[in-house]
């Protein structure tokens, strides 16, 4: 397992505050020493669950043209034919994925193709299972086809998650399983999938990123 990219920063100024807290605790509480080792067990345990957050774990990814695989851990919330306004204008298949504080939250390209839209919208942080963060929340569109399909993804911002980050632009030329992007602390991803697609998942089911296939073409 290795640590993403993204959280090097927010991990050590993690560090420097919990130590700074430490120091000052020690200082000033020295004389009550029961006091300062309960500050540091949870600094610790506080500092580990922040480190987990930006974790990379090693696996064996699925691949397959006419697979969609799952772009993030989660768990699958919704499974429904809805409107899609933003690219493809018309009824779509959607699948969304929610992602808890626990999950990996490294984003995954489901297929392989071409990068047709890229975008990022500004927005509220409603919780990641409410029905319309997936249109008022921060967010960032991704659309990716090939000679079989066209597919959007969308990372969702919630309740706890304030950044997304996505590494795409339109033109750019993907492979199944690279990285997409990162979602710090959880929220939920999105797929929109054409109607008729053959949805190899069920609501509640656990997903991993990489691994699980969500459909297939």
């Given at each position: 397992?290795?640590?993403?990219?993204?959280?090097?920063?927010?991990?050590?100024?993690?560090f420097?505050?919990?130590?700074?807290?430490?120091?000052?605790?020690?200082?000033?509480?020295?004389?009550?020493?029961?006091?300062?080792?309960?500050?540091?067990?949870?600094?610790?345990?506080?500092?580990?669950?922040?480190?987990s957050?930006?974790?990379?774990?090693?696996?064996?990814?699925?691949?397959?043209?006419?697979?969609?695989?799952?772009?993030?851990?989660?768990?699958?919330?919704?499974?429904?034919?809805?409107?899609?306004?933003?690219?493809?204008?018309?009824?779509?298949?959607?699948?969304?994925?929610?992602?808890?504080?626990?999950?990996?939250h490294?984003?995954?390209?489901?297929?392989?193709?071409?990068?047709?839209?890229?975008?990022?919208?500004?927005?509220?942080?409603l919780?990641?299972?409410?029905?319309?963060?997936?249109?008022e929340?921060?967010?960032?569109?991704?659309?990716?086809?090939?000679?079989?399909?066209?597919?959007?993804?969308?990372?969702?911002?919630?309740?706890?998650?304030?950044?997304?980050?996505?590494?795409?632009?339109?033109?750019?030329?993907?492979?199944?399983?690279?990285?997409?992007?990162?979602?710090?602390?959880?929220?939920?991803?999105?797929?929109?999938l054409?109607?008729?697609?053959?949805?190899t998942?069920?609501?509640?089911?656990?997903?991993?990123?990489?691994q699980?296939?969500?459909?297939?073409?």
């Amino acid at each position: 397992m290795k640590i993403h990219r993204e959280g090097f920063a927010t991990i050590s100024l993690v560090f420097l505050v919990l130590a700074l807290i430490n120091g000052a605790v020690f200082y000033w509480l020295g004389a009550i020493p029961a006091v300062g080792y309960a500050i540091l067990i949870f600094s610790i345990l506080f500092f580990l669950f922040i480190v987990s957050f930006f974790r990379v774990p090693a696996r064996q990814y699925t691949t397959g043209d006419n697979l969609v695989i799952s772009p993030c851990d989660g768990k699958v919330v919704v499974i429904e034919e809805v409107f899609e306004p933003e690219y493809f204008q018309d009824k779509r298949l959607q699948v969304s994925i929610f992602m808890s504080p626990a999950n990996v939250h490294v984003n995954r390209n489901p297929i392989s193709g071409t990068v047709k839209l890229s975008q990022y919208h500004a927005g509220k942080y409603l919780v990641a299972w409410h029905p319309k963060s997936s249109t008022e929340n921060e967010r960032h569109s991704v659309v990716i086809g090939n000679q079989k399909t066209d597919i959007l993804v969308r990372q969702i911002a919630g309740a706890l998650a304030r950044r997304i980050v996505n590494y795409l632009k339109p033109g750019m030329q993907v492979n199944q399983n690279e990285e997409m992007g990162f979602i710090k602390f959880g929220s939920r991803v999105d797929l929109y999938l054409p109607l008729g697609t053959e949805v190899t998942v069920q609501l509640e089911q656990v997903v991993k990123g990489g691994q699980t296939v969500i459909a297939k073409i």
